[in-house]
T-cell receptor
Framework: KQEVTQIPAALSVPEGENLVLNCSFT??????LQWFRQDPGKGLTSLLL?????REQTSGRLNASLDKSSGRSTLYIAASQPGDSATYLC???????????FGPGTSLSVIP | SAVISQKPSRDICQRGTSLTIQCQVD?????MFWYRQQPGQSLTLIAT?????????ESGFVIDKFPISRPNLTFSTLTVSNMSPEDSSIYLC?????????FGPGTRLTVT
């Protein structure tokens, strides 16, 4: 059974710092991996999608990497801003028609 | 991409009553997913709804408690029946479009 974990559970950094969020999954046979952002009391915003054949994806200050063999993904946020404060969720999809399985999330606080 | 709307955005309900949540997508999709996010928790899949067939429920969720309708390829409803305070959660509708998972804004339910 696929399980997804995220480290750290919470992170507080001063504005301007670069940071890394970690995601691990137990079964490397995944279809894709997606990073989401959730603001308090709100829905989810998709940040980056990495297909199983890809190693990384970039969007602006965000870079996500995928190492299927080790069951790991990282989300790198460059030059963090207070507006980046949110919960970041990692989710894996095992087949094209399957559900996504979520990690518990990392709560990020960027201090001005 | 897919744009998803949900109604209501939030509600406060009495114990023992039922609430129906609507999900509308701006494009035709084969599968629609319903997730629950309990306070401070990550997302858990309730069921997968295909048009023209019975929804498929995850372990721990039953049709009598969470009946789902899927009358066409752009619309679905989730009913939370005979509510108790433990049902207080955010309920989110989700679809897949071009491999990527999209989520609605969620319905925040409080049961008193």
């Amino acid at each position: 059974k696929q399980e997804v974990t995220q480290i750290p559970a919470a992170l507080s950094v001063p504005e301007g710092e670069n940071l890394v969020l970690n995601c691990s999954f137990t079964d490397s046979a995944i279809y894709n991996l997606q990073w989401f952002r959730q603001d308090p009391g709100k829905g989810l915003t998709s940040l980056l999608l990495i297909q199983s054949s890809q190693r990384e994806q970039t969007s602006g200050r965000l870079n996500a990497s995928l190492d299927k063999s080790s069951g790991r993904s990282t989300l790198y946020i460059a030059a963090s801003q207070p507006g980046d404060s949110a919960t970041y969720l990692c989710a894996v999809k095992e087949t094209s028609y399957d559900k996504v399985i979520f990690g518990p999330g990392t709560s990020l606080s960027v201090i001005p | 991409s897919a744009v998803i709307s949900q109604k209501p955005s939030r509600d406060i309900c009495q114990r023992g009553t039922s609430l129906t949540i609507q999900c509308q997508v701006d494009s035709q999709v084969t599968m629609m997913f319903w997730y629950r996010q309990q306070p401070g928790q990550s997302l858990t899949l309730i069921a997968t709804a295909n048009q023209g067939s019975e929804a498929t429920y995850e372990s721990g969720f039953v049709i009598d408690k969470f009946p789902i309708s899927r009358p066409n390829l752009t619309f679905s409803t989730l009913t939370v029946s005979n509510m108790s305070p433990e049902d207080s959660s955010i309920y989110l509708c989700s679809v897949v479009s071009l491999y990527e998972q999209y989520f609605g804004p969620g319905t925040r339910l409080t049961v008193t």
